[in-house]
């Protein structure tokens, strides 16, 4: 990868799962950070994880080199192993149910498909800064919502 690789850190939050929920992302492009964050009123968690991921990388117009840090499994593992499974399925998983989240799934999958990104995942709550500050943000988004 070269050195001018784009770092992004991705949260998501929700009080009550469905319930108020709110994602944040951290960017940070030639040691600049760029804070965004967002939410909604009737959402899960994994949906504004997913959120934070699609927001952040739309906030580009052209195709850039991304690391990308999340702390959801469920990210980095359905976006690097099971979504190629469920697109060969026809957004069916292994439980021969139909993907939750498929039109966010899809999302993510067209912006990935724009950019060259390298995923990491992150324990969350571990003293991150760049994920404490995701998780703010993340929490931002709902608190604007109240």
């Known amino acids: 990868m070269s050195e001018n690789i784009i770092k992004i850190f991705t949260d998501g939050a929700c009080k009550g799962n469905p319930g108020i929920g709110g994602w944040g992302a951290l960017i940070i492009e030639n040691s600049l950070e760029t804070e965004i964050f967002g939410g909604s009123l009737n959402t899960t968690n994994n949906q504004m994880e ?3 991921t699609i927001k952040a990388l739309e906030f580009f117009s052209e195709p850039k080199e991304i690391e990308l ?3 959801s499994k469920y990210v ?8 190629n499974k469920w697109k060969i399925n026809g957004w069916v998983n292994a439980s021969k149910k139909s993907v939750k989240n498929a039109s966010l799934w899809k999302e993510l999958d067209k912006l990935v498909s724009a950019h060259k990104v390298e995923w990491f995942w992150v324990k969350g709550h571990s003293n991150h800064r760049e994920n404490d500050i995701a998780d703010e943000l993340a929490n931002r ?5 109240l």
């Open 76 to 83: 980095k593992d359905g976006i690097t192993d099971w979504i």
């Open 69 to 71: 840090y999340t702390d």
């Open 141 to 145: 988004g709902i608190r604007d919502l």
């Open 50 to 52: 997913l959120k934070a």
